[in-house]
């Protein structure tokens, strides 16, 4: 015999003022990474703080130019909160660079492709990297 | 100090009607009658469980009070599917430590007690939230998926051979009653499955199981004053990466099992796995997973994983029989109860008693390797008699 629990619903408040700009950016179509003042290590996601020397200063440098791809998925399964996608979604590691981004691709695409970036929000009004093939 | 296994114990994996302290003492149960031991023997209890999936948040101590070890512990491990093998660092520790003669490892997982979605949205946060699942939606299957794609172009491994490791583990877990998939497989079966997370299809991917496990370990001056029959422990490596995906070096394999599997082999001198081992259980949570860990470990070079698997040298007769009860792919994955299954897996073959699944032994010597997320967490085990 099976019982239904209680309800428990979480929705985290997340704190993210420390990389406030990181979000902002993605709003104006800007990507942006840090770079360690101290001892030089890039970090994407950014991070104010450095995990290399335990400096906190830190550079914030736009990430420009075209990428390539190094993996990718297509999801033809969709986890809880993403039900509002109605067909397969790729999932994309590139790099641009020194740094390495994650995002959504609008085109199909292959391990060693080339990709530029943009962003743009989903249905939900979160706003994310999206890879277009070049 | 030596460390040995004195009892092992492991449920059938699968859909269970039962609560978490019961599961788990169903492990305990059959691991204290292997050890031919009572609970009152044992110093400290470990309890391994990732528990983000089953409804009661902090299980540990329900479980030890269930399993009559209240005031013994517990000490709750969490390292999600590499878990058990925490629980089992752990209780090891005790014992090295001198604060423990005799302790018990439990691992333990309640899968299915969520809808899939609901599942999969929980695996998908096992990297860095904020900058993978919240945006992306990443699931356990698609980080998998990821690093497959990078294999599969630097190296052409084919989706032939990734069938190949599920046919190979379906066939084992057949002769396996306590696997929750106890079923063979066709290769075209496996290859002609729908995708999940391209290029990983359905067969491709373990079960969402329910499942316990539990060890027992003790010094070897217990061992000796009581007379109990041991599996050693030989060597152990630990390692770990990086929660974000954007800050690994390479795709195409994983940095904590090639880490923790240099400890593990320096520390059993161990300079030819495949000559020096009779048997070894990989984290297949994925078939790409087990061809990356035979590569990563050192029973081939890099890039030949996929011929490993292909020409039977991962199979019984072959090189290196691995996954013989049936792997995470068919035996099940109970995130919590899946190191210590493999432990159990060991124990059983070291000590002749796998019955069909038996391998030849000629240098009783036998290597766990188990992997939490995909490489945030690393362990590798040599057991031996």
């Known amino acids: 015999m099976i019982i239904e629990g209680r309800e428990l619903t979480f929705k985290h408040n997340i704190p993210v003022t420390s990389f406030e700009r990181y979000w902002k950016g993605l709003e104006n179509g800007k990507v942006y990474g840090t770079v360690c003042k101290s001892c030089g290590e890039k970090f994407y996601p950014p991070q104010p703080d450095c995990s290399n020397c335990y400096s906190s200063d830190v550079e914030w440098v736009e990430i420009t130019g075209e990428g390539v791809v190094e993996c990718f998925t297509e999801q033809h399964s969709f986890p809880a909160g993403f039900e509002f996608l109605n067909e397969s979604y790729i999932i994309a590691v590139a790099r641009f660079g020194d740094f390495k981004v994650v995002g959504w691709s609008r085109d199909k695409i292959d391990v060693g492709d080339r990709v530029s970036m943009e962003t743009d929000r989903d249905e939900t009004g979160v706003w994310k990297v999206y890879f277009r093939r070049v | 100090m030596r460390v040995g296994v004195v009892g092992v114990g492991c449920t059938k994996f699968g859909v269970h009607e039962k609560t978490i302290q019961e599961l788990a003492f169903d492990a305990v149960k059959e691991a204290l009658e292997d050890a031919n031991l009572s609970k009152d023997d044992i110093d400290i209890s470990v309890v391994g469980t990732s528990n983000t999936r089953g409804y009661e948040l902090m299980p540990a101590v329900p479980i030890n009070e269930y399993c009559g070890f209240a005031g013994k512990g517990p000490i709750r491990v969490e390292a999600a599917c590499a878990t058990g093998s925490a629980a089992f660092y752990t209780a090891y520790s ?43 939606g990443t699931t356990f299957p698609g980080y998998y998926a990821m690093h497959a794609s990078a294999h599969m172009k630097k190296y052409g491994t084919t989706p032939e051979q990734l069938a190949m490791v599920a046919v190979k583990n379906h066939r084992n877990a057949s002769k396996n009653p306590k696997a929750h998939f106890p079923k063979e497989i066709t290769l075209e079966k496996a290859v002609s499955s729908r995708y999940v997370a391209y290029p990983l299809k359905l067969f491709d991917c373990c079960p969402i199981s329910d499942g316990a496990s539990a060890a027992i370990l ?82 081939c070079k890099k890039g030949e994983g996929g011929k490993f698997v292909e020409e039977g040298r991962s199979d019984f007769g072959g090189d290196l029989p691995v996954n013989t009860f049936g792997g995470l792919k068919a035996k099940g994955h109970p995130l919590g109860a899946t190191g210590l299954a493999m432990i159990y897996e060991v124990v059983k073959q070291l000590r002749e008693e796998a019955g069909e699944l038996q391998v030849d032994l000629e240098n009783y010597k036998a290597l766990i390797h188990n992997i939490g997320g995909t490489g945030h967490f690393g362990w590798v085990f040599i057991l031996g008699v």
């Open chain 2, 218 to 299: 003790a010094s070897d001056k217990k061992i000796k004053e009581l007379g109990l029959e041991a599996v050693y422990v030989d060597g152990i490596g630990f390692s770990s990466d990086s929660a974000n995906l954007t800050r690994r070096e390479d795709y195409a394999g994983l940095k904590a099992t090639a880490e923790s599997a240099k400890m593990a082999y320096r520390k059993a001198n161990i300079e030819n796995p495949v000559k020096s081992l009779d048997v070894a259980c990989l984290h297949d949570c994925f078939t790409i997973a087990e061809i990356m860990a035979y590569e990563d470990l050192g029973f």
């Open chain 2, 94 to 136: 005790s014992i090295i430590s001198g604060m423990a003669d005799i302790a018990i490892a439990i691992g333990v997982e309640k899968m299915t007690e969520l809808n899939t979605p609901t599942s999969l949205a929980v695996g998908g946060r096992s990297g860095s939230y904020l900058w993978e699942f919240h945006q992306y």
